[in-house]
């Protein structure tokens, strides 16, 4: 049996946070760790988090902008597995013009690549209500590490 751990390199990184479907961000709240898990795309090196515009989450990034954010993947008896961790700096984007362009990744990435306007327009969605009810929580990372580990028989 063999192994080969080693670092990810910067393609590895960009490839695993571009498809990987689920991340986890990485809070402080009341000088205590929280982390939830989040739908979110990977684009032009930031990570891009569709939210609510109340919570806990919300509540913890207007009071510490520092984030961890991390994504993994395993097989079940962990003979595989790739891991990306990043540290940074969130901001809130709560303006239409700025927070479209992310919401439009998000309905290519987990719902139909049609364009933004047209999928608003489907029966019982409602274009203003939803841009007032979300926000863009995106991350610039200031540093990225992915690890990858495999055992070859």
Do not use: W
């Not at 670092?7 to 590895?12: D, L, P, V």
């Not at 919401?103 to 987990?110: A, F, G, N, S, V």
């Amino acid at each position: 049996m063999s192994k080969n751990k080693g670092k990810m390199s910067q393609a590895e990184i960009n490839q695993f946070l571009t498809c990987a479907p689920t991340g986890r961000l990485g809070l402080i709240i009341d000088n205590e760790p929280y982390i939830v898990p989040v739908g979110y795309v990977y684009h032009e090196g930031k990570i891009a988090i569709h939210s609510c515009t109340k919570g806990k989450k919300m509540d913890a990034l207007k009071s510490n902008p520092r984030v961890c954010f991390e994504v993994d993947e395993t097989i079940s008896d962990v003979s595989m597995y790739k891991s990306v961790i990043l540290q940074g700096t969130s901001e809130i984007l709560d303006k239409p013009e700025t927070m479209i362009p992310y919401l439009q990744l998000h309905i290519d990435k987990y719902r139909v690549h049609e364009k933004f306007e047209l999928y608003m327009k489907k029966p019982g969605r409602k274009r203003d209500e939803e841009l007032q009810a979300v926000r863009i929580i995106l991350i610039t990372p200031d540093n990225i590490s992915g690890l990858k580990f495999m055992r070859t028989i």
